[in-house]
């Protein structure tokens, strides 16, 4: 057997956050430890608020440094993660205004605010429920919208990389 061992290019930014500097932000994430394997152009990320990894294509062209030091937070977010989290709220509006464009043109107010009133009193039933529900109520399913957001976890930690690793980044990029 041959073994050989690798020592990676690696850099790791631990990061504890005060709950006096900013108390919104420590109590959805309290420390974080997100490493940059340079080599591999990989992000590895564990943290109070959720663990998550992404590797992109190695480019000669781009350090891993400028790379991350470059995205913006909506890029790292749909790479490390993707939208998941039923709302229901949201699911309800979105809805109700394509029920409203559905009889925009049509003089059926009353079955366009029957429907409507009966979107709004739909309970929490999770995603397939909702749009059980919702079909029973409105004339074409395809006026059901059932939205889904980034969950929170995900959402935080792709704060704390623009507000707190960044800025190190572009410090060391610029060196």
């Excluded at 039923?86 to 429907?115: A, G, M, P, V, W």
């Excluded at 059980?132 to 959402?155: C, F, R, T």
């Excluded at 623009?162 to 990029?173: A, R, V």
């Amino acid at each position: 057997m041959k073994c050989k061992v690798i020592k990676p290019n690696i850099t790791t930014y631990a990061m504890r956050f005060n709950k006096d500097e900013d108390p919104d932000l420590y109590w959805r994430c309290m420390w974080a430890r997100i490493s940059l394997d340079h080599d591999n152009y990989t992000l590895s990320i564990v943290s109070d608020c959720g663990d998550y990894t992404y590797s992109w294509g190695r480019n000669d062209h781009e350090s891993f440094l400028n790379l991350m030091s470059r995205i913006n937070e909506y890029y790292l977010l749909d790479k490390i993660s993707s939208r998941s989290k039923f709302n229901l709220e949201k699911s309800k509006q979105e809805t109700i205004d394509r029920i409203k464009n559905y009889y925009e043109h049509s003089d059926d107010d009353d079955k366009c605010n029957e429907q409507i009133e009966a979107v709004k009193d739909v309970e929490y039933y999770g995603e397939e429920g909702f749009y059980i529900a919702v079909d029973q109520i409105v004339e074409d399913s395809e006026l059901i919208e059932v939205v889904k957001e980034y969950p929170n976890g995900a959402v935080t930690i792709c704060e704390i990389f623009k507000t707190y690793l960044q800025p190190l980044l572009k410090e060391s990029n610029s060196k």
